[in-house]
């Protein structure tokens, strides 16, 4: 077990424990162990991270820790805090590019890598390249597992039986893998190499 592998077990108890105590009172109690346990050791995962992709991909990585609190302003749900905890890496703090993911929760531990969501002129140009370029095959190859498309249908100009028509349907990408206790930063960085090929050939075409 790696120094940040006490991250996953924390994480899953403390978030175990909130989903069934979410309330302010609850969270001030217990602040000081979210700090202790979870962001402190998250903080130094995600600068390991950060200079390993930095590394790898030749460019300077900034991460980010999302916050606690939910923004229940337009949620019908209104527990105040998030039940898991999510990490992302960009190249330079870019807004528009792609992200790398970890996330853990009491359900799941969770690796990605992809765009959140596509501007207007980015959609336009990802159906371009599912269709004309060698995108679908390199997807296929990563064996990781692709977020549901959020269109219903097939996009008008195109046949509704396209042979890319998931891909046609999607307004954002995602490509993710499961993740296990122990070795993390290991299963981390062998997610990032295997979507490397992904994003050489696709983001130079979403910039």
Do not use: C
């Not at 359900?107 to 959609?123: A, H, K, P």
């Not at 269709?131 to 195109?158: D, H, N």
Request: glycine share 6%; hydrophobic share 40%.
């Amino acid at each position: 077990m790696t120094e940040f592998d006490t991250i996953i077990p924390a994480a899953q108890d403390f978030y175990t424990r909130l989903s069934a105590n979410n309330t302010k009172a609850w969270w001030q109690d217990h602040k000081d162990e979210y700090d202790a346990a979870l962001k402190a050791p998250a903080k130094s995962l995600m600068a390991d991270i950060s200079t390993r992709l930095g590394a790898l991909y030749d460019e300077p990585f900034k991460s980010k820790l999302f916050r606690p609190n939910r923004d229940v302003r337009f949620s019908k749900v209104k527990t105040p805090y998030q039940t898991h905890l999510h990490m992302a890496w960009t190249i330079n703090g870019a807004d528009h590019g792609p992200g790398w993911f970890f996330g853990v929760s009491p359900d799941y531990i969770r690796i990605g890598w992809g765009w959140m969501e596509f501007s207007s002129r980015q959609v336009g140009t990802w159906r371009d390249a599912v269709t004309m370029t060698k995108i679908p095959e390199l997807l296929t190859a990563t064996g990781a597992q692709l977020s549901k498309p959020e269109l219903k249908r097939v996009p008008p100009g195109f046949d509704k039986d396209h042979a890319q028509a998931d891909h046609l349907r999607r307004k954002s990408l995602a490509l993710w893998v499961d993740g296990t206790s122990t070795g993390i930063v290991d299963q981390m960085m062998a997610h990032f190499e295997t979507v490397k090929p992904v994003h050489t050939e696709l983001t130079p075409l979403l910039a």
